[in-house]
């Protein structure tokens, strides 16, 4: 991509509402413009951010046999009422809808209703069990408070997968996969060290639920843990029986804060029970399908590897997720050319800096956008032909050859 013919301008002031330094540095540096508290635009570097979150996930979700889909936004009121979640005394997050032809429509904030509902046409008997289906789709959740950037948003961007089973047996075994499989995606992301599977409450039907926690002193959260983080909790299960139940002691336990990066539910019958979705099973008998559901908050990971790397200058990508591998720049009218010569072929993997502005606002800018890897080609190098490759997270310098490159 070039810069001279993007629309894309760094701004020297963040909208004044942004306190954390990731979500200035996004607003900042062009990656997200804000439209209201919580409703965000994705400009072309941070929809590139958000694709690659995306292909980590999908690469490693459909391993696990999960198959993508995409739902819709409009919900059906007379689902959620069969569900008891269509009040707002119970569900106080719902933005709705008038029909000008009359009645009402909810923006979905979720989507176990009408994926419950959907699978009655699908599912008949024991043999079209298991299987789980995911989606990315933008959720709609009218938040009291919107303060955190892009990782709290009234508009967001969430995989949510929902698994479907005809015995336990099976329904742990895919919980277990979902559990490896959300630990090789938080790896791949970046987050692998800070990231944690915590403890939290699994609501009626089943002990625990899991939370994927990201340390990070912006998060909303709390959790505790002990010393090798094998024991590892939020504030919901902070109680006498969970802490023996778990074996430690509430003062072995240190607190950190953090931010919910993604969970996982057994949800037994909670759905298929009142929507009723049923199969035949092996004994001839009707029975509620055994579901789980398993989120991620994509846009909010991104606000999270946004806040967790930035420095004072800027943001710094792990390279997996990065817009852009490198940032390019060239110095000096043999130092342009040549840098015209290496991007051919790879506008992809190049961001390069070909606006008529001062080396110095370039690498400022470079450092502000935290493009991993910052090669300068200038008349000088190029007399050795040679060029300057600087990693954004170390700073660290280094001579390449122009043929390395
Ligand atoms: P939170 O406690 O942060 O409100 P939640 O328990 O409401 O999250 P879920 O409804 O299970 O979360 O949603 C699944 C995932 O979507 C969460 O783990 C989180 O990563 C993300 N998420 C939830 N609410 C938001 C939001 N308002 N903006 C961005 N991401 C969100
Ligand atoms: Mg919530």
């Known amino acids: 991509m070039r810069l001279k013919q993007s629309f894309i301008k760094t701004l020297r002031d963040a909208p004044?509402?942004?306190?954390?330094?990731g979500a200035k540095f996004l607003s900042r540096a062009g990656y997200v413009h804000k439209e209201l508290a919580g409703v965000y635009d994705y400009l072309p570097l941070g929809l590139r951010v958000l694709e690659n979150i995306k292909k980590i996930i999908r690469e490693e979700l459909n391993r696990i046999g999960g198959q993508e889909i995409l739902m819709t936004t409009l919900q059906n009121p007379?689902?959620?009422k069969k569900t008891d979640r269509w009040d707002i005394e119970k569900m106080d997050i719902w933005f709705?809808?008038?029909?000008?032809?009359?009645?009402e429509l909810g923006l979905a904030p979720t989507h176990e209703e009408p994926i419950t509902e959907m699978m009655k046409t699908y599912i008949k008997s024991y043999k079209d069990l298991p299987f789980s289906a995911y989606q990315f789709q933008t959720k709609f959740r009218n938040e009291l408070r919107a303060k955190s950037g892009?990782?709290?948003?009234?508009e967001f961007l969430m995989k949510d997968m929902y698994s479907f089973s005809s015995n336990q047996a099976d329904h742990d075994e895919f919980y277990h996969q979902v559990e490896d499989a959300y630990k090789r995606i938080y790896e791949r992301l970046g987050l692998g060290d800070c990231t944690y599977q915590t403890f939290a409450s699994g609501g009626v039907f089943s002990k625990y639920s899991h939370e994927f926690q990201t340390i990070i002193e912006v998060g909303e959260d709390t959790i505790y843990y002990n010393a090798d983080k094998s024991v590892v909790l939020n504030e919901e299960v902070l109680i006498p029986e969970v802490l023996e139940e778990l074996g430690v002691k509430r003062e072995e336990l240190e607190s950190a804060r953090a931010a919910e990066v993604g969970n996982i539910f057994t949800l037994k019958d909670k759905y298929s029970a009142p929507l009723n979705l049923e199969f035949m099973d092996q004994d001839g008998q009707q029975k509620p399908v055994l579901m789980g559901c398993y989120g991620i908050g994509v846009s909010r990971v991104m606000g999270v590897i946004a806040e967790?790397?930035?420095?004072?200058?800027?943001?710094v990508w792990p390279e997996n997720?990065?817009?852009?591998?490198?940032?390019?720049?060239g110095i000096g009218e043999a130092g342009l050319s040549k840098a015209e010569e290496l991007y051919q072929g790879r506008e992809e993997e190049i961001l390069f800096d070909d606006r008529d502005l001062r080396p110095g606002e370039k690498f400022a800018d470079s450092e502000l956008m935290g493009i991993p890897y910052r090669i300068v080609v200038s008349d000088k190098t190029l007399a050795n032909g040679q060029a300057e490759l600087t990693n954004r997270a170390t700073h660290e310098t280094t001579l390449i050859s122009i043929d390395q490159i």
């Open 16 to 21: 004044k509402e942004e306190t954390a330094r």
């Open 78 to 80: 007379e689902l959620w």
């Open 96 to 103: 709705r809808t008038e029909l000008a032809a009359g009645g």
């Open 150 to 154: 892009i990782m709290r948003g009234r």
């Open 308 to 315: 967790k790397f930035a420095d004072e200058k800027g943001l």
């Open 321 to 329: 997720v990065a817009p852009f591998k490198y940032y390019l720049i």
